[in-house]
T-cell receptor, first 108, second 112 residues
Framework: RKEVEQDPGPFNVPEGATVAFNCTYSNSASQSFFWYRQDCRKEPKLLMSVYSSGNEDGRFTAQLNRASQYISLLIRDSKLSDSATYLCVPFIRSTLTFGKGTMLLVSP | SAVISQKPSRDICQRGTSLTIQCQVDSQVTMMFWYRQQPGQSLTLIATANQGSEATYESGFVIDKFPISRPNLTFSTLTVSNMSPEDSSIYLC?????????FGEGSRLTVL
């Protein structure tokens, strides 16, 4: 089993849609989790950390299910500028381990 | 937040040659990280560079192929040695600052 698995997409959605990305991780000892965003030909940037109780930042909601070793990211009211690749990043064995990412394409 | 400058931003090299990538941070940091992102793949950690000691390499990466220097707390270099087309990738420098990982813009390497 891969350490981090994500649906590669792409997810094609219209502006205003709600979209959810899922991620599973293999190491049950992982304590910290993050979502990074990577625009085309750019470096990754931190979107949000994922807390045990789930957390929300504007249109973005992250949730963690430790029992299922599953992390999710929900984006509401999608904007054109949300088009990017979203990387699931658990902290595994003292290292941030990056998933391949899920590509989101928001169209007018 | 840390600001990271990398150069070169891109290069095209002949197989068998070596290329050194430089990474400059605008603040002093204890650890600097070098990642590789091959086309369509996730970021893979190559090594962690600490000032004053040898870099720590991840499984699958060796010092002879990817020598790293860390002469001070704001600067590091990664050399890709004896390059082959399989080394074509984006190489990213990264630092941790207040719990967040910041990346340089990356160095896009193409080996012919």
């Amino acid at each position: 089993r891969k350490e981090v698995e994500q649906d590669p997409g792409p997810f094609n959605v219209p502006e205003g849609a709600t979209v959810a990305f899922n991620c599973t991780y293999s190491n049950s000892a992982s304590q910290s989790f993050f979502w990074y965003r990577q625009d085309c030909r750019k470096e990754p940037k931190l979107l949000m950390s994922v807390y045990s109780s789930g957390n929300e930042d504007g249109r973005f909601t992250a949730q963690l299910n430790r029992a299922s070793q599953y992390i999710s990211l929900l984006i509401r009211d999608s904007k054109l500028s949300d088009s990017a690749t979203y990387l699931c990043v658990p902290f595994i064995r003292s290292t941030l381990t990056f998933g391949k990412g899920t590509m989101l394409l928001v169209s007018p | 937040s840390a600001v990271i400058s990398q150069k070169p931003s891109r290069d095209i090299c002949q197989r068998g040659t070596s290329l050194t990538i430089q990474c400059q941070v605008d603040s002093q940091v204890t650890m600097m990280f070098w990642y590789r992102q091959q086309p369509g793949q996730s970021l893979t950690l190559i090594a962690t560079a600490n000032q004053g000691s040898e870099a720590t390499y991840e499984s699958g990466f060796v010092i002879d192929k990817f020598p790293i220097s860390r002469p001070n707390l704001t600067f590091s270099t990664l050399t890709v040695s004896n390059m082959s087309p399989e080394d074509s990738s984006i190489y990213l420098c990264s630092v941790e600052d207040t719990g967040e990982l910041f990346f340089g813009e990356g160095s896009r390497l193409t080996v012919l």
